[in-house]
T-cell receptor, first 117, second 114 residues
Framework: AQSVTQLGSHVSVSEGALVLLRCNYS??????LFWYVQYPNQGLQLLLK??????LVKGINGFEAEFKKSETSFHLTKPSAHMSDAAEYFC???????????????FGQGTILTVHP | DGGITQSPKYLFRKEGQNVTLSCEQN?????MYWYRQDPGQGLRLIYY???????QKGDIAEGYSVSREKKESFPLTVTSAQKNPTAFYLC?????????????FGPGTRLTVL
């Protein structure tokens, strides 16, 4: 079974600083990986996804993530944080083993990003 | 505009009562999902449905029930058998076609047991 670990339940950065949110996954076969963002009392919005094409994936709002198979990681980065980036971020893995197609996702525990002025 | 709607946004329930959360989508998606979100635990899958009149248990189905009579609707009932129902509930949908298709989420319903 696949699993996702997000290192750090809370990350705090200053406005303009680098944002780095860590995600490590466990999967028996090459996974599909996703980053979602959630603002308070709202649903989840897709930031970006990796589906075995380019290992560096660019998403919305200036975010990007790099798939590193050797490290089983899919860390999310943004060069310069903005106040509007303050939210909770979730990494998720979809295991495509066995040909299933119902799209089950396994989520990490989430990382709350705080941006200080 | 296409999207997923959930109602109500806030719901209060007395212990021992069943309540039903609504989820409607006009994206023409085949697959629909219900997740439960608790602080620090991420999202956990309750039930999912790939097509009309079919649904499967997820990881934490006990105390919940669903129906899928129409493609656009996937209501979730939280029964009195659910011992700790206070949580944020999220509905999602996905086109059943390909592996790379994305799940799209509704705005959520926050359920509080009084």
């Amino acid at each position: 079974a696949q699993s996702v670990t997000q290192l750090g339940s809370h990350v705090s950065v200053s406005e303009g600083a680098l944002v780095l949110l860590r995600c490590n996954y466990s999967s028996s076969v090459p996974p599909y990986l996703f980053w979602y963002v959630q603002y308070p009392n709202q649903g989840l919005q897709l930031l970006l996804k990796y589906t075995s094409a380019a290992t560096l994936v660019k998403g919305i709002n200036g975010f990007e993530a790099e798939f590193k198979k050797s490290e089983t990681s899919f860390h999310l980065t943004k060069p310069s944080a903005h106040m509007s980036d303050a939210a909770e971020y979730f990494c998720a893995v979809r295991d495509n083993a066995g040909g299933t197609s119902y799209g089950k996702l396994t989520f990490g525990q989430g990382t709350i990003l705080t941006v200080h002025p | 505009d296409g999207g997923i709607t959930q109602s109500p946004k806030y719901l209060f329930r007395k212990e021992g009562q069943n309540v039903t959360l609504s989820c409607e989508q006009n994206l023409n998606h085949d697959a629909m999902y219900w997740y439960r979100q608790d602080p620090g635990q991420g999202l956990r899958l309750i039930y999912y449905s790939q097509i009309v009149n079919d649904f499967q248990k997820g990881d934490i189905a006990e105390g919940y029930s669903v129906s899928r009579e129409k493609k656009e609707s996937f209501p979730l009932t939280v029964t009195s058998a659910q011992k700790n129902p206070t949580a944020f509930y999220l509905c999602a949908s996905k086109d059943r076609g390909g592996f790379t298709d994305t799940q799209y989420f509704g705005p959520g319903t926050r359920l509080t047991v009084l």
